[in-house]
Each structure stands twice: as structure tokens, then as C-alpha cells.
T-cell receptor
Framework: ETGVTQTPRHLVMGMTNKKSLKCEQHLGHNAMYWYKQSAKKPLELMFVYSLEERVENNSVPSRFSPECPNSSHLFLHLHTLQPEDSALYLC??????????????FGEGSRLTVL | QQPVQSPQAVILREGEDAVINCSSSKALYSVHWYRQKHGEAPVFLMILLKGGEQKGHDKISASFNEKKQQSSLYLTASQLSYSGTYFCGTEAFGNEKLTFGTGTRLTIIP
């Protein structure tokens, strides 16, 4: 496989459920990101991991919990979500060279619906 | 604060030209441009760095005016494949994070 792959592609969950989104990159990059894309809103940065350390938590509610066990994998653990959390969650990776943000490679996203 | 894109949407006939603008209130280190087709992942187009550079490939080019904190994306002789939503992402000095605009929806009709 190549690029950035996300699973599941679609997820429906109730507000009391616990689920996880998974992202895997096969590009040898050292930085990974979670973005949220809602209708008619810009892409919102949620979390950034660089060299497996979280370097950004963009005021995201604690019901979203990221995990980066190694440079190739990124998870987003979800619990007690709200209907307004329904959105497309995009994972991306890049090569952090220490001078500015490089090209982002996005996965196709996980479409989340919270009932 | 997110960059502002204009126009929000544009419809063109195949072969026509388009300009999409992106402006920020912050001093910028770089501007990124991405295109997202419906149901697909955003795809990188180009990065422009401080120094007021211009870039382009094929018939898509962009400029970055760092004094005005503005960037423009130029699509020349548009093709049907250019349809999609175009996003600019800005990176401000001292803040290594990419903030995206609300997007410009481009529709090309035959």
C-alpha cells in the first residue's frame, strides 16, 4: 500500500459509544496530523505529532484523544461524542525538516456520524 | 485566525481563466494551495515561501505577495479536471501550523 490510509471510511456511533479512527502512512514521514472537516467550514487542525510527540493540541475537547505509537500510525479515540462532532476526519502526514511545514499528504478521511 | 478566500464559488466554461485569492491578517512564512474533489482527499498543488515568489506547473500557477500577506492562484485555459474546491493554507511566522481558508468551489462546465 502507498500513501495515507484511514479506517474505517464510515462510522456511525451513539453518544455513549467508544470507537477509534486509525491512520497509517507508508511514506516514511515524521509528522502526522488530524484535521476535522465540517460542511461549510474550513479544515480545522486538531492535533499534530512530530517525531511521535504531540506538539499541538488545538483546544480540542477531551472526548477526542489522540495516540501516536510510532511514526507510521496515528489513532483518534472517540468517547461520549456529541451530534455536532459529526464530520469528516482527515489524517495527513508530512516530512518535518525543521523549516516550515512541508507538503501534506491526506488520507481519504473517515466520515463520522454521531446519533 | 483563518485566511479569507475569494470568491467563495465560481462557474466557468472549459477554456476560461480563473483567479482565486487568499489573504491573511498575519505576517506569513508560507502559503499552501490544495484541491479537493468531491468525496476525495485534498491534494497538494504548491507551496510558496516568503520572498514573494511565483510558482506554476502546467496551467496552474500562483503568486505570493508577502508585503500584503496575499496569495493568488491562477488557472489558465481551465479543463474539466480542474473542478473541485480549492483551499489555501497559511503558515504564520513563529507558528508552525497550517491554517486553512473556507475554500473556493470551482465548477467547470463543457
Amino acid at each position: 500500500e502507498t500513501g495515507v490510509t484511514q479506517t474505517p471510511r464510515h462510522l456511525v456511533m451513539g453518544m455513549t459509544n467508544k470507537k477509534s479512527l486509525k491512520c497509517e502512512q507508508h511514506l516514511g514521514h515524521n509528522a502526522m496530523y488530524w484535521y476535522k472537516q465540517s460542511a461549510k467550514k474550513p479544515l480545522e487542525l486538531m492535533f499534530v505529532y512530530s517525531l511521535e510527540e504531540r506538539v499541538e493540541n488545538n483546544s480540542v475537547p477531551s472526548r477526542f484523544s489522540p495516540e501516536c505509537p510510532n511514526s507510521s500510525h496515528l489513532f483518534l479515540h472517540l468517547h461520549t461524542l456529541q451530534p455536532e462532532d459529526s464530520a469528516l476526519y482527515l489524517c495527513a502526514s508530512s516530512q518535518d525538516r525543521g523549516r516550515g511545514i512541508g507538503e501534506l499528504f491526506f488520507g481519504e478521511g473517515s466520515r463520522l456520524t454521531v446519533l | 485566525q483563518q485566511p479569507v478566500q475569494s470568491p467563495q464559488a465560481v462557474i466557468l466554461r472549459e477554456g476560461e481563466d480563473a483567479v482565486i485569492n487568499c489573504s491573511s491578517s498575519k505576517a506569513l512564512y508560507s502559503v499552501h494551495w490544495y484541491r479537493q474533489k468531491h468525496g476525495e482527499a485534498p491534494v497538494f498543488l504548491m507551496i510558496l515561501l516568503k520572498g514573494g515568489e511565483q510558482k506554476g506547473h502546467d496551467k496552474i500557477s500562483a503568486s505570493f505577495n508577502e508585503k500584503k500577506q496575499q496569495s493568488s492562484l491562477y488557472l489558465t485555459a481551465s479543463q474539466l479536471s480542474y473542478s473541485g474546491t480549492y483551499f489555501c493554507g497559511t503558515e504564520a511566522f513563529g507558528n508552525e501550523k497550517l491554517t486553512f481558508g473556507t475554500g473556493t468551489r470551482l465548477t467547470i462546465i463543457p
